[in-house]
C-alpha cells in the first residue's frame, strides 16, 4: 500500500473520524514512510461505521473478514484496510472491545493527534499509543523497526 492510496481512503471517509494506526500510524508521527506496508488499520467510531463502509464501497472495498466487535477487513482485490470501532466518552477517551467476552483497549482522550502522510496532515495515534500496543507479544523484525524508529525520534522508552 502507498501514501496515494492511504490519502485516497482518508479523503473518501471525511468528514467520518478515522484515525491512523498500525504502521501507517507510526509512519505518519514520523512524517515519512519507512517501509512498505501491507495494509492500513483505520480506527473508526463505531456509530459512524455505515458511512464509512459506503464511502469505501466507493471505492471498491468490500468486508472480507468479520472478526467483530474486535475488528473487520475489507479489501479492494488489491489492499486491505483494517477497521478497529471505537466507542467514544464524554471526555474524549474511547474504548475497542477486545474480545466477545466484555475485555476492552482503553485510548486516553490525548493519543488521538495528528501525523503526516506525503506532506498532508492526517489524523492518528500518539506514539505512546502505539508503543502501549506493541507489548504482550513477540516483535516481528518489522516491529522491532518501528520502535526503534520512535525511540529515535520521540525519545520514547519501548519494551523492545
Given at each position: ?27 505518519a508521527l514520523l512524517g515519512r514512510q519507512t517501509r ?50 471505537l466507542v467514544f466518552a464524554e471526555n474524549g477517551s ?43 507479544y513477540a516483535p516481528r523484525p518489522r516491529d522491532l ?16
Amino acid at each position: 500500500m502507498d501514501a496515494r492510496t492511504v490519502l485516497r481512503v482518508l479523503a473518501a471517509v471525511a468528514p467520518n473520524e478515522v484515525w491512523l494506526a498500525g504502521g501507517w500510524g507510526i509512519d505518519a508521527l514520523l512524517g515519512r514512510q519507512t517501509r512498505d506496508h501491507g495494509d492500513l488499520d483505520l480506527l473508526h467510531r463505531s456509530e459512524q461505521e455505515p458511512a464509512v463502509r459506503r464511502a469505501l464501497g466507493t471505492l471498491g472495498y468490500h468486508e472480507t473478514l468479520d472478526l467483530r466487535p474486535v475488528r473487520f477487513v475489507l479489501s479492494d482485490g488489491a489492499t486491505e484496510l483494517d477497521l478497529h470501532p471505537l466507542v467514544f466518552a464524554e471526555n474524549g477517551s474511547a474504548t475497542q472491545k477486545a474480545d466477545g467476552e466484555g475485555a476492552v483497549f482503553r485510548y486516553p482522550a490525548d493519543c488521538f493527534v495528528t501525523g503526516s502522510v506525503d506532506g498532508v496532515e492526517v489524523p492518528c495515534i500518539s506514539a505512546a499509543q502505539q508503543i502501549f500496543f506493541h507489548q504482550g507479544y513477540a516483535p516481528r523484525p518489522r516491529d522491532l523497526a518501528d520502535m526503534r524508529h520512535l525511540r529515535e525520534a520521540f525519545g520514547a522508552d519501548t519494551h523492545f
